[in-house]
């Protein structure tokens, strides 16, 4: 076992001494069989979540109704979920009433895909009824059961199936992709947000090409929004090798390549600020597409956002990102804020010992870009200085 289960078993061993049984369980085992890096580990037990509060002196009640108790121990937090089986599927989504289990194999057994069903006890001995080791070996990624009959259960299991396979570079089991080609449909009934969350990690795989090319292969990209005319342009964005580095980069490549608009963007309902960061990096490749067009505006325009739009133009052109170089310039410019020119407003009012108006702004912009090309250092009696001269040749054109 790694040192984060070593961390975590002591979690596992106060609820076993308490009578209680309780296992690894979901990816944390899938990534430590496949020696990958670990997220967060999550327990299953069978304690009610009353009595897992009861127990620990550290708890956050995160999901009651769904058994979902935060245990944290030592600062480190684990979930610990009650053995459940899901209640009637409804719409084809999540159920919203879960029924408490007492044996592990229930709770296995309505989980998405074999290789997310096994389960670790805590002498790192693998519980696995369905398979999911082979699986793992095999490289391929099926449904707990009949595939139809899951995706019926939970739609958003097929969108889940794929971002695996962008992450992990597997294959869909025959009935797992078959099942997909004939219901991607109940995708329709599936929260946007939810649909939202998986496809962004399927953007951020580093095999996120063969998810696409399963995403067109099974039409299930027809039931994305605002993707189902754009098969061409997904296409296309299965191009380039270069991994995302972040959210704002998955996604604006993204919309650069489908040509998205802020009101198609919306339609994933995606967080304001999100939207924001990917307006400001499309607005940037309009216009920069080679490491020359990085020109000094620019670099000062785009400041912190260099290393998004810098990694998403690269992967575009097929090119190499020129990251440290580029904030190594953009931290050489004499200045990059506005906030911190020499002069402000009130500075330059007292000066002209004028009212208020249009001329002070653009006065401002004008010291700002003077400043930013070295035509005048960033002091505050030689830009006094320089805004009278500039200001009378403007009054002798
Ligand atoms: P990641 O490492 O990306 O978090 P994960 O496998 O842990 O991957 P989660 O979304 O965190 O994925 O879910 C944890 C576990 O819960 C899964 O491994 C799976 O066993 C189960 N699970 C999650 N979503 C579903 C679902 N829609 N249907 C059935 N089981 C699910
Ligand atoms: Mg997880």
New binding site residues.
Partial sequence: MNEQFQQALSVIETLKRHGHEAYF????V??YILQRPI??I?IATSAHPQEVMAIFPKTVPVGIAHGTVMVIERGISYEVTTFRKEGRYEDYR?PKDVTFVRSLYEDLQ???FTM??IAMNEHGEMIDPFGGIEALKRRIIETVGDAAERFNE?A??MM?ALRFVSQLGFSLSTGTKQAIMQYGHLLQHIAVERIAVEFE?LLLGPFMSKAIELLMETNLFLYLPELATKKGELAQLGASSLVPAHRIEAWARLAFVVHFDNQQLKKWKLPNHLIRDVSICLKALEHIRSLADWTIDALYEYGPYIPHIERTRAALYGDEPHVSLLMKQWEALPIRDRKELAINGHDLLALFERKSGPWLAEMIENIERAVLHRQVENEKEKLKEWAVCNQRRENNY
Avoid: H, T
């Fill in positions: 369980v979901g990816g944390a899938r990534d997220g967060d999550d999540r309505r989980r998405d997310n069903a939970d958003l299991r889940r990690k």
